[in-house]
């Protein structure tokens, strides 16, 4: 099995910066796409950024990052915006993914139960 962990949210003001963290741990051997998402309240969760490619509402803001060797993923998060505040999730697919299914939750295997990012304005 595969486990996910974030941490890394908290309360933040509209333009500060927060950085997420994901430590990835069991057979990670089998992942292959790795992904964050988000879910803000009495909303659908939505794909935020992967290795190829990003939501066009944090494109230039945010930046995803993998690190092979230390099993983590993160998610740098600048000029942040109130809009921004959701849950944050981290996801992992045991298949590679293209431009059609990347932004698909449906499609990532693993999750982890997220971290909690609020802005405030």
């Known amino acids: 099995q595969v486990q996910l962990v974030e941490s890394g949210g908290g309360l933040v003001q509209a333009g500060g910066s927060l950085r997420l963290s994901c430590a990835v741990s069991g057979r990670t051997f089998s992942l292959s796409n790795m992904a964050w998402f988000r879910q803000a309240p009495g909303k659908e969760r939505e794909f935020v950024g992967g290795?190829?490619a990003y939501a066009d509402a944090v494109m230039g803001r945010f930046t995803f990052a993998r690190d092979s060797g230390r099993n983590s993923v993160y998610l740098q998060m600048n000029s942040l915006k109130p809009e921004d505040t959701a849950v944050y999730y981290c996801?992992?697919?045991?298949?590679?993914?293209?431009?059609?299914?990347?932004?698909?939750?449906?499609?990532?295997?693993?999750w982890g139960l997220g971290t909690q990012v609020t802005v405030s304005s």
């Open positions: 290795s190829t």
């Open positions: 996801a992992a697919s045991r298949t590679g993914l293209g431009v059609r299914n990347i932004r698909d939750p449906s499609a990532y295997a693993y």
